[in-house]
């Protein structure tokens, strides 16, 4: 259901097959706003560097972990927030406007760690102190900066597959206002599912959603879009890329940012006896948000008004946006 695109076609010196490929690409984000990617650039001895370093950081003890923390507020979102602290269900009904079938409030069961971009001019880092984890911040700094590179890559095709001209998104993201966030789900009773969930349903903010996964699963994306039911994405492993398309996407091209949350993973078929003890495993992902730049104007891409219109008062800026769909996480 959720197409499995290969992105050596989009580098392969061979018109034809790019081309192939970005219009792949669009229709998935289209019509799912998930598409799988492999092949994507980004090798797996720094995938497995990554995840071996968030492992190890999530399995500190907390006092630890506590030493480099997100602050209460929901700005700036960077550092350590531990099981409880941010609960997404509180924005799991923006944009949806027929009420009977709005979703439930839950809690998150999950802890993670906020990362921005060191070029970043508003915001700076907030990292482990020295003695920490010392591994995680050159990891980290390395890990972003090799997402940035993939992301303008993958927004170069997707701007081919839409017939605009290949820089029109890279160019929007050129302050890096990207952020990368490692999730750690603890493993926990699977009755603890009836009242809670590992992420509640959500849209993401930015254009762009890279995301990498262990095997566990339990990711879910609704479908069809606005049907309030959600689809499994079976995990591809964690060089297997998955790639959706985020709000500020959906407002340029009208593509589309489909509602996704991460919630009791399905068992293997004849396997029903996998689940021991009824404890759910836990699970790892990082998910690299791809952002517009903060005074980037949300206005449609595709109706010919064109980049350099003037700012009118209909459309709110990247900033402005991101700034009103993050508070209330962090209440
Ligand atoms: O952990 C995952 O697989 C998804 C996380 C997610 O959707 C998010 O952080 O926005
Ligand atoms: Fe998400």
Redesign the pocket.
Known sequence: MFERLDFANYQSGNVAKRDQFCRKLVSGLRQRGFVRLVNHGIEPSTIDKAFATSRHFFQLPLNQKLKSPHPPTANPHRGFSAVGLENVSTISNYGREDKSSQLPLLKDMKESYDIGSERDELYSNIWPPTGVCDTFEPTFVEFFEVCYRTQLLILEAISIGLGLPTQTLSQLHAAQHNEL?L?H?PAVPQEAFSTST??AA?T?FGSI?L?F?DRVGG?EVESPPGSGSFVGIASGGPYECILNAGDCLQKWTGLCSAR?R?HLPELPQGNEQARKGDVVEE?F?I?YFAKPDRTAVLRPLLDGSGLGAKVSSEFVTAGEFQHMRIQGRYA
């Open positions: 966030r999730t789900y590992r992420i959500h993401d959603t995301l996964q990711l996704h991460v699970r992902s998910a």
